[in-house]
């Protein structure tokens, strides 16, 4: 069983930029999907991107679009968020997720059914 692993998540100001990575480590199998969520102290798990692995096409929360991109190396599975223009809004808990191909059909919806292993996320910061 493998590993989700999160990193590059700091405190920022606003209209600064920060760049999320995770990588996927010991699996032996590749994803239909992957994509980045974020959650606040109490409150629900939001989707921010998804990406399909096959075609490369990526989906966006309308609160993020033009703003983030999300991308995909085909070595090991591993998975960036360029995050950028950022907001106090933006602050949140943020989990790197991954589908199989059987489990994806949903993923362009960002829905959490669509993934079925999670990072422990990384923290993201932004004061205005």
């Known amino acids: 069983q493998g590993q989700l692993v999160e990193s590059g998540g700091d405190s920022v100001q606003a209209g600064g930029s920060l760049r999320l990575s995770c990588a996927a480590i010991?699996?032996?199998?590749?994803?239909?999907?992957m994509g980045w969520f974020r959650q606040l102290p109490g409150k629900g798990r939001e989707g921010v991107a998804s990406?399909?692995?096959?075609?490369?096409?990526?989906f966006y929360a309308d609160s993020v679009k033009g703003r983030f991109t999300i991308s995909q190396s085909s070595a090991w599975m591993n998975l960036s968020l360029q995050m950028d223009n950022l907001k106090p809004e933006d602050t949140a808990m943020y989990y790197c997720?991954?589908?199989?191909?059987?489990?994806?059909?949903?993923?362009?919806?960002?829905?959490?059914?669509?993934?079925?292993?999670w990072g422990k996320g990384t923290q993201v910061t932004v004061s205005s």
């Open positions: 997720a991954a589908g199989s191909v059987r489990t994806c059909r949903d993923a362009y919806r960002l829905l959490p059914s669509a993934f079925n292993d």
């Open positions: 010991g699996y032996t199998m590749n994803f239909g999907c």
């Open positions: 990406i399909y692995i096959a075609d490369r096409s990526t």
